[in-house]
């Protein structure tokens, strides 16, 4: 189940990225001590979307903003839907306002997916950064995707079926996403995705790697057709 809300457009020039300002947003639809604040994120926040950026390195939303939550249980994105419609006027990121929401669904393929991930993918693992220009990536990665479905419920046997290949990893992109003093070493990837087509579901609706309730690890199946 995947929520997207739209904001309205506003020439208000950001000088850092905007997730703590999103995840502030969120947790507020969410309500006050809400069980998700803290918690292990069995569900995703993406990075706020359409962001223009200027030669000074600043940012602005011209055409409008989307920020994107998505989750296999339906009470989290029920809870923020209840908020917006109840909430609107009050609901704000900066100078960008609350617009309107929509309702998707991932839709895999019944045999694999191809997907890119619209929020960087962030992965540590023993107190290492892994990005894509490790050997280890996809491996890490793979396994922390396996155990993230085992966590949150999925049959061991069911969530063992995921494998992850590169995808014209020549374009993919090693960055850092710095949230106050903290930097995120991170990565931007395509990857082919096969498997159990439910088990690929959620592992989408939660999104991949770590901090997905922070802006991290956001992704979209692509049309193969593209390709």
């Not at 290492?128 to 996809?138: N, R, S």
């Not at 960055?175 to 931007?188: D, F, H, L, P, Q």
């Not at 395509?190 to 690929?200: F, H, I, Q, S």
Request: a neutral charge; glycine letters at 8%; hydrophobic letters at 35%.
């Amino acid at each position: 189940m995947v929520l997207k809300i739209y904001f309205n457009s506003s020439n208000e020039e950001f000088n850092k990225p905007l997730n703590k300002e999103v995840n502030g947003f969120i947790m507020k639809l969410l309500g006050k001590d809400n069980e998700y604040h803290g918690n292990q994120s069995y569900y995703c926040v993406s990075s706020i979307q359409g962001g223009v950026c200027n030669d000074n390195g600043m940012t602005s939303f011209p055409n409008g903003a989307m920020v994107a939550v998505s989750a296999n249980e339906p009470q989290i994105i029920g809870k923020i839907v209840e908020s917006l419609i109840n909430k609107p006027s009050e609901l704000n990121i900066g100078s960008l306002t609350y617009k309107m929401m929509e309702m998707t669904e991932y839709s895999p393929f019944s045999d694999y997916d191809v997907i890119r991930n619209i929020s960087p993918i962030s992965l540590k693992h023993n107190g290492k950064f892994y990005t894509c220009e490790d050997d280890e990536f996809i491996d890490v990665l793979q396994k922390h995707c396996i155990n993230k479905l085992i966590n949150s419920g999925v049959e061991e046997s069911v969530a063992k079926t995921i494998t992850l290949e590169p995808f014209h990893f020549e374009d993919a992109k090693k960055v850092c996403v710095k949230i106050g003093e903290a930097k995120n070493i991170s990565s931007n990837v395509m990857l082919v995705v096969k498997g159990n087509k439910n088990a690929r579901k959620q592992l989408y609706n939660m999104g991949m790697g770590r901090c997905t309730g922070f802006g991290f690890g956001f992704v979209e199946v692509r049309n193969r057709n593209m390709f």
